[in-house]
């Protein structure tokens, strides 16, 4: 079916029914405000508006009833559950007509939370139709360049696979592209099932495409979008950077009905819709009576909502049931507690333990209920909350699914590029760029003791330039070239190039293969030329990359590590701890929140104990989540912080009010929503001033490969052995004669870039020492967040993390910020502060690390360990070279001086 564009234009009755809303909603907002809840005495831990108040156990010991007692202890370590058989009545319960509102006292009122999304949703919802958005990435949503793809798994359900859908695409292009050349494709499950001329130049065009029956299957499927574009009037190797089409996130995904939206079930925790901007809204629904113990299982149950439904942009708040397409409500506590709650009053007669999924209706998410009659019967329902179903899915999907966000290596593999996503390509442009994303494991030390070879395969057409080559970076920094220098063009299987094993980093990090392919044509300029579309690269996803056996070790202080994998919070001997020195409800979502991060990075949720006490020194690895006012002086100098100098320095910000950041005028979310798409921001940013700058500077690992074994590994794909066939056929004649020796091409990064950096680690070294320079970089009244970490045990491993902001407020808003995947991925060093208002991260590298050892200390662990740490030292390398030679110079001497016979 035909692309059918989408009108933009707004009738004026929708426009006033529109303004209508706007006004209802800021005054139900303002009536709200006016009625804070007030605290009964008999609850052991009761919520306030802004506040989570712990009763002294004395206090509630004349109190009658079950109220009177409070639940100090921690779930604990949760280990294997037993099979257990469920009650009947744990079958889900459907709503049966929409709930009422819930009164003061059933619940905590809601903070302003997450910041408003900055575009409106799509018309197609008034037409029983639900926007399935795409989930956020690394990449965001631009695509930049001549040629630019994306890919997500989107997981759907059985009944909604089954349905009749339609994929709708909203986007917009800088101004620069030409609409005759340059087109937007869209696959599904690697079939296109529509394509259409770039040309929304000053505002958002939408179209949509129907998808054929059958296409997708129940599980995860593949969604791609792809871009092909030139420039309008310039055809230099600079022009092609100002190329981009933009993907607005609230107008794009898969059109379901929102019948089949509804019939969701436990067994689809990935298809739990996420919003307008990609993140995944958690409201977590605390009852009015709750405990330490309860706010654990509350933590843990939404990183187990996280790491199984690959959600990398979870955001937490707290308050009562929330409405709404998009999202779900987390309810966990006891039934007796959640029957106060008029939509969980079924919950209230229930013996045993109770783990239910309620479907969204009209005025409620779709909600998850984990219950029971006694604490050990919610711990139980938890577990049971916590098994992990096998994935499923089209080939594709799977495929999608274990590269999204990247795919996890461990070392020792050699992975082929078709399994990360990328396809053959055959370019007609001046600069190709294609990339994937590989997640090194948190424990890998990084250095320059092996190469990272990388075997392309493609060909390159005759006439090009002297100055055409390849160039491959890692994390945007170019780490090998080769040049393209056959005037007769080339053709390829396996064009070694050797990657620097230094460049990689623990965690997620970024990988792209660009060819620049300059000819003397491209002086002319002809627009007819590039219509023309003749061919200049080929590239064949049977390009394979080696990764070499990695040396493994810890290091710390190191917050990369600890935002890519969750070390040493995963893994310790010692339950890790998340310690809330006064919890109030955005305390409380900002702690969940950065917790439902680290579990999306490292794959698994991580088994916190939750506490208000601070634990001893000594006693784990603890994470500190507090607002500056609430943090005591003790605790933030031993992780090296001036209390009274960063209270100073956030003065102003810490006394503003907890709303000063909330109810954006309508005008004021246009135009950011306008500044988001231009600029490629990240959306749950504040943008308190108009950024200076572009884009931002910015379930456990499941063995899938028997699922994947008809495509495991394919020697080489029809597609492909065509395409090399038909170009060695061109240019075998010219190539036979001349064919490169294997490798020749390759050579790593200049030496001027090397030196750059040497000197930027060295600059942040000095920095790292507490001097001054640092103090003007901490103590900053623009950074909204500060995260540090040190260790303050005797063990390596007894690491303190602290996350603070100049109050509860911004602390859970500028933790929504740092979720973005574009945002998190720049954590490092001891120290990382964040600018919510372009989610610009600013790092102090450690000025001493600490080693814990992850893995048995075999020989060869430790070969690779101590060649990783002299190619870091090599002053060191140097001296004991030196040394190691004078010691053999000197017994040569002295052996020499023995042998052979005296003169008299």
């Given at each position: 079916m035909s692309p059918r564009p989408?009108?933009?234009?707004?009738?004026?009755?929708?426009?006033?029914?529109?303004?209508?809303?706007?006004?209802?909603?800021?005054?139900?907002?303002?009536?709200?405000?006016?009625?804070?809840?007030?605290?009964?005495?008999?609850?052991?831990?009761?919520?306030?508006?802004?506040?989570?108040a712990f009763a002294p156990p004395a206090f509630l010991a004349d109190r009658d009833g079950p109220a009177a007692k409070i639940d100090p202890a921690p779930v604990g370590t949760i280990e294997a559950a037993p099979r257990i058989r469920l009650p009947a009545a744990s079958t889900?319960?459907?709503?049966?007509?929409?709930?009422?509102?819930?009164?003061?006292?059933?619940?905590?009122?809601?903070?302003?939370?997450?910041?408003?999304?900055?575009?409106?949703?799509?018309?197609?919802?008034?037409?029983?139709?639900?926007?399935?958005?795409?989930?956020?990435?690394?990449?965001?949503?631009?695509?930049?360049?001549?040629?630019?793809?994306?890919?997500?798994?989107?997981?759907?359900?059985e009944a909604q696979a089954r349905s009749r859908l339609r994929f709708q695409l909203g986007y917009m292009s800088a101004v620069s592209v030409m609409p005759e050349a340059s087109k937007i494709i869209v696959s599904i499950n690697d079939v296109e099932i529509g394509a259409t001329r770039i040309s929304a130049f000053d505002k958002v065009q939408t179209v949509d495409f129907d998808i054929p029956p059958n296409l997708v299957k129940p599980g995860f499927n593949a969604v791609r979008i792809a871009v092909d574009e030139r420039h309008r009037v310039d055809c230099s190797l600079e022009a092609t950077y100002e190329l981009w089409t933009q993907i607005d996130?609230?107008?794009?995904?898969?059109?379901?009905?929102?019948?089949?939206?509804?019939?969701?079930?436990?067994?689809?925790?990935?298809?739990?819709?996420?919003d307008s901007q990609g993140a995944l809204p958690v409201r977590a629904v605390l009852p009015g009576r709750t405990s330490p113990g309860n706010i654990e299982r509350v933590i843990r149950a939404v990183q187990i909502i996280a790491s199984s439904g690959h959600f990398e942009q979870p955001m937490v708040d707290v308050g009562p049931m929330a409405g709404g397409a998009y999202g779900v409500n987390l309810v966990v506590g006891l039934a007796a507690d959640l029957a106060r709650i008029p939509d969980l009053a079924a919950?209230?007669?229930?013996?045993?333990?109770?783990?239910?999924?309620?479907?969204?209706?009209?005025?409620?998410?779709?909600?998850?209920?984990?219950?029971?009659?006694?604490?050990?019967?919610?711990?139980?329902?938890?577990?049971?909350?916590?098994?992990?179903?096998?994935?499923?899915?089209?080939?594709?999907?799977?495929?999608?699914?274990?590269?999204?966000?990247?795919?996890?290596?461990?070392?020792?593999?050699?992975v082929k590029l078709a399994d990360l996503g990328?396809?053959?390509?055959?370019?007609?442009?001046?600069?190709?760029?294609?990339?994937?994303?590989?997640?090194?494991?948190?424990?890998?030390y990084s250095?320059?003791?092996?190469?990272?070879?990388?075997?392309?395969?493609?060909?390159?057409?005759?006439?090009?330039?002297?100055?055409?080559?390849?160039?491959?970076?890692?994390?945007?920094?170019?780490?090998?070239?080769?040049?393209?220098?056959?005037?007769?063009?080339?053709?390829?299987?396996?064009?070694?190039?050797?990657l620097p094993l230094g460049f990689l980093r623990p965690g997620l990090n970024r990988i792209e293969i660009q060819a620049q392919l300059p000819t003397a044509a491209d002086a002319a300029c002809d627009p007819l030329a590039a219509i023309a579309n003749k061919k200049r690269f080929l590239f064949l996803d049977s390009t394979t990359i080696r990764i070499p056996q990695l040396a493994r070790i810890g290091r710390v202080p190191d917050l990369a590590v600890t935002a890519s994998g969750g070390f040493p919070y995963i893994g310790g001997g010692k339950q890790p701890k998340l310690y809330a020195p006064s919890p109030?409800?955005?305390?409380?979502?900002?702690?969940?929140?950065?917790?439902?991060?680290?579990?999306?990075?490292?794959?698994?949720?991580i088994d916190f104990r939750f506490t208000t006490a601070p634990p001893a020194v000594g006693s784990g690895a603890t994470l500190v989540v507090a607002a500056a006012g609430q943090l005591d002086f003790a605790t933030a100098r031993a992780l090296g912080l001036d209390p009274e100098r960063l209270r100073a320095a956030w003065a102003d910000r810490s006394a503003a009010p907890a709303d000063s950041l909330a109810k954006p005028s309508p005008a004021d979310i246009r135009a950011r929503s306008r500044l988001v798409l231009q600029k490629n921001l990240p959306a749950a940013c504040h943008l308190r001033r108009a950024p200076v700058v572009g884009p931002a500077s910015g379930v456990p690992p499941v063995d899938i490969a028997a699922l994947l074994a008809e495509a495991a590994n394919p020697p080489e794909t029809p597609a492909n052995r065509d395409l090399?066939?038909?170009?060695?056929?061109?240019?075998?004649?010219?190539?036979?004669?001349?064919?490169?020796?294997?490798?020749?091409?390759?050579?790593?990064?200049?030496?001027?870039?090397?030196?750059?950096?040497?000197?930027?680690?060295?600059?942040?070294?000095?920095?790292?020492?507490?001097?001054?320079?640092?103090?003007?970089?901490?103590?900053?009244?623009?950074?909204?967040?500060?995260?540090?970490?040190?260790?303050?045990?005797?063990?390596?491993?007894?690491?303190?993390?602290?996350?603070?902001?100049?109050?509860?407020?911004?602390?859970?808003?500028?933790?929504?910020?740092?979720?973005?995947?574009?945002?998190?991925?720049?954590?490092?060093?001891?120290?990382?502060?964040l600018d919510d208002s372009d989610g610009a991260i600013a790092t102090l590298p450690a000025s001493q690390l600490h080693f814990v050892a992850t893995q048995p200390l075999s020989v060869s662990n430790v070969r690779l360990i101590s060649a990783s740490w002299l190619s870091l030292n090599p002053a060191v390398y140097v001296t004991f070279t030196l040394i190691v030679a004078f010691i053999l110079a000197a017994a040569t001497l002295e052996f020499v001086r023995n042998v052979g016979r005296r003169a008299e």
């Open positions: 989408k009108a933009e234009t707004r009738s004026p009755q929708h426009a006033l029914r529109g303004a209508a809303t706007t006004a209802a909603v800021i005054l139900a907002l303002a009536a709200a405000r006016a009625q804070p809840r007030t605290a009964t005495p008999d609850e052991a831990l009761f919520l306030a508006p802004n506040r989570i889900p319960v459907a709503a049966a007509s929409p709930p009422a509102p819930l009164p003061p006292s059933a619940a905590a009122a809601p903070g302003p939370g997450p910041a408003p999304a900055p575009t409106s949703e799509p018309n197609a919802a008034e037409g029983g139709f639900v926007l399935r958005h795409l989930p956020n990435n690394i990449q965001g949503f631009r695509l930049s360049g001549e040629i630019g793809a994306s890919e997500w798994p989107i997981y759907l359900s996130p609230s107008q794009t995904g898969i059109l379901a009905p929102s019948s089949q939206n509804e019939a969701l079930g436990l067994a689809d925790l990935a298809a739990l819709p996420p919950f209230g007669g229930i013996d045993g333990p109770r783990l239910a999924f309620l479907p969204a209706t009209a005025a409620r998410r779709a909600t998850i209920v984990i219950t029971g009659r006694t604490q050990d019967d919610v711990n139980r329902a938890l577990r049971q909350f916590d098994k992990t179903a096998q994935p499923r899915g089209s080939r594709a999907g799977l495929r999608a699914s274990q590269a999204f966000p990247g795919y996890r290596v461990t070392g020792g593999e050699t990328l396809h053959s390509e055959e370019f007609s442009g001046r600069y190709f760029r294609v990339g994937f994303n590989i997640i090194m494991p948190a424990d890998f250095a320059d003791y092996a190469k990272v070879p990388l075997d392309l395969a493609g060909g390159y057409a005759p006439g090009l330039l002297s100055n055409a080559k390849i160039i491959v970076a890692i994390n945007g920094h170019n780490a090998v070239s080769a040049p393209l220098s056959n005037a007769r063009g080339a053709v390829f299987k396996d064009k070694t190039l050797p109030d409800i955005h305390s409380i979502a900002a702690a969940a929140t950065f917790a439902a991060r680290m579990a999306a990075s490292a794959g698994r949720p090399f066939d038909a170009w060695s056929e061109k240019l075998g004649g010219h190539e036979r004669w001349r064919q490169w020796l294997k490798g020749a091409g390759a050579e790593i990064a200049d030496v001027a870039g090397a030196a750059w950096r040497g000197t930027m680690d060295e600059a942040q070294a000095l920095i790292a020492n507490g001097d001054e320079a640092a103090a003007k970089i901490i103590y900053r009244s623009d950074n909204s967040l500060l995260i540090a970490q040190t260790v303050r045990g005797a063990a390596a491993d007894d690491v303190w993390t602290l996350v603070t902001a100049p109050n509860s407020t911004l602390l859970s808003q500028s933790v929504d910020c740092l979720s973005d995947p574009r945002v998190w991925r720049h954590v490092d060093g001891r120290l990382s502060l």
